[in-house]
């Protein structure tokens, strides 16, 4: 059974600051691995997404690694904003599977 | 486009009553999927539906959980005789093929029984 775990569970950081967040799991065998990020009573909005087959993948501010044999992900968010206050979840999804497996997210604090 | 739409966003209901959550995909999107968040704790999936048929509703609670996507109309996640512990954040997402690589998802639905 897939364990996702994400470190820290919250994290407060002054503005301009680079963040980073850590997303692990303990089965490499997987289709893909997802960033979201979910504002306080809102929805899920998709990140970013990494193919099995890459490495990382960008998105203006953001950037996600993937280490599959090590069962990691990072999330980099560059040069914080307030805005960036959220909580951030990572999903996998295993290879002929749709069912995603989901962290429990880090609650981010962007300090003006 | 618009995007996976839920509703109610907010849903009250006394302890034995009835909730359904609504789920209406993304446009051309015939994969719904069904998630459910509790409070302090990641997102589970609950079942995956295909228009007029339940595909895997493995992540379901066997009694007083239901879901279909019929033909016409958006999915629906029915509990009867709500229970405290079933106060919990909905969330459906939806895909244009099974082993799509991304999902989308709604804004959900908060259930709150009270």
């Known amino acids: 059974k897939q364990e996702v775990t994400q470190i820290p569970a919250a994290l407060s950081v002054p503005e301009g600051e680079n963040l980073v967040l850590n997303c692990s799991f303990t089965d490499s065998a997987i289709y893909n691995l997802q960033w979201f990020r979910q504002d306080p009573g809102k929805g899920l909005t998709s990140l970013l997404l990494i193919q099995s087959s890459q490495r990382e993948q960008t998105s203006g501010r953001l950037n996600a690694s993937l280490d599959k044999s090590s069962g990691r992900s990072t999330l980099y968010i560059a040069a914080s904003q307030p805005g960036d206050s959220a909580t951030y979840l990572c999903a996998v999804t295993p290879p002929n599977d749709y069912k995603l497996s989901f962290g429990a997210g880090t609650t981010v604090t962007v300090r003006a | 486009n618009a995007g996976v739409m839920q509703n109610p966003r907010h849903l009250v209901r006394r302890r034995g009553q009835e909730a359904r959550l609504r789920c209406s995909p993304m446009k051309g999107h015939s994969h719904v999927y069904w998630y459910r968040q509790l409070p302090e704790e990641g997102l589970k999936f609950m079942v995956y539906?295909?228009?007029?048929?339940?595909?895997?509703e493995s992540g379901m609670p066997k009694e007083r959980f239901s879901a279909e996507f019929p033909k016409e109309g958006p999915s629906i996640l029915r509990i009867q005789q709500v229970v405290r512990g079933d106060s919990a954040a909905y969330f459906c997402?939806?895909?244009?093929?099974?082993?799509?690589?991304?999902?989308?998802f709604g804004q959900g639905t908060r259930l709150t029984v009270v």
């Open positions: 997402a939806s895909s244009l093929a099974v082993f799509g690589p991304e999902a989308f």
């Open positions: 539906l295909q228009k007029e048929n339940i595909i895997d």
